[in-house]
């Protein structure tokens, strides 16, 4: 079945630092790939999407990129702020239903 | 962006009742509901998905005689944990998608979610 794996967190930063938090996953076809982020006290919000093979997804700073050939979807942003401070999740679509991985907590200090 | 509220945030219960969490769009027709289960430390688990005035369809493993869901309008799903247990206790969230002035929203948007506590 589908599945989504991502790094386990805690993840700790200092401000201006480079973040990468992995993310892996196994689908049949061709799916949708999401992350998503929550800040403390608030729902999930979309932060950025790639709907095909070697799509880039960018938002605030935050990119990924579908990797097909190593099924990833690795996210990244090259100088965080104490503001990112929030749980990432990746995720798949499977039709209209979303499959999530188990979320990573990133925590930057100032 | 479109809103999505739940109702209420935390609710604690005793063992045997039962217990409802309102899940509401703000500002758009939600044609379609979702209704995520989240443990610690753990990913969102889709429970279900509703469609507006009809069943839901619950994932297997989801009892659906314990996770009752009703979908009876275009702004608001319910989710009700009927004779609650402490194995019931966890966080549960809903999403939707649906649309608004002609425009379609594909994406799904998140609620707040609910910690639910069963003693």
């Known amino acids: 079945g589908n599945s989504v794996t991502q790094m386990e967190g805690p993840v700790t930063l200092s401000e201006e630092a480079f973040l990468t938090i992995n993310c892996t996953y196994t689908?049949?076809?061709?799916?949708?790939l999401f992350w998503y982020v929550q800040y403390p006290g608030e729902g999930l919000q979309l932060l950025l999407k790639?709907?095909?093979?070697?799509d880039k997804g960018s938002n605030k700073g935050f990119e990924a990129t579908y990797r097909k050939e190593t099924t990833s979807f690795h996210l990244e942003k090259g100088s965080v702020q104490v503001s990112d401070s929030a749980v990432y999740f990746c995720?798949?679509?499977?039709?209209?239903?979303?499959?999530f991985g188990a979320g990573t907590i990133l925590r930057v200090k100032s | 962006g479109a809103v999505v509220s739940q109702h209420p945030s935390r609710v604690i219960c005793k063992s045997g009742t039962s217990v409802k969490i309102e899940c509401r769009s703000l500002?758009?027709?939600?044609?379609?509901m979702f209704w995520y289960r989240q443990f610690p430390k753990q990913s969102l688990m889709l429970m279900a998905t509703?469609?507006?005035?009809?069943?839901?369809?619950?994932e297997q493993g989801v009892e659906k005689d314990k996770f009752l869901i009703n979908h009876a309008s275009l702004t608001l799903s319910t989710l009700t944990v009927t004779s609650a247990h402490p194995e019931d206790s966890s966080f549960y969230i809903c999403?939707?998608?649906?649309?608004?002035?002609?425009?379609?929203?594909?994406?799904?948007?998140f609620g707040p979610g609910t910690r639910l506590t069963v003693l």
């Open positions: 999403s939707a998608i649906g649309t608004s002035g002609g425009v379609s929203y594909n994406e799904q948007f």
């Open positions: 689908a049949t076809g061709y799916p949708s």
């Open positions: 790639a709907t095909k093979a070697d």
């Open positions: 995720a798949l679509s499977s039709g209209n239903k979303l499959v």
């Open positions: 500002d758009f027709q939600a044609t379609t």
């Open positions: 509703s469609n507006e005035g009809s069943k839901a369809t619950y």
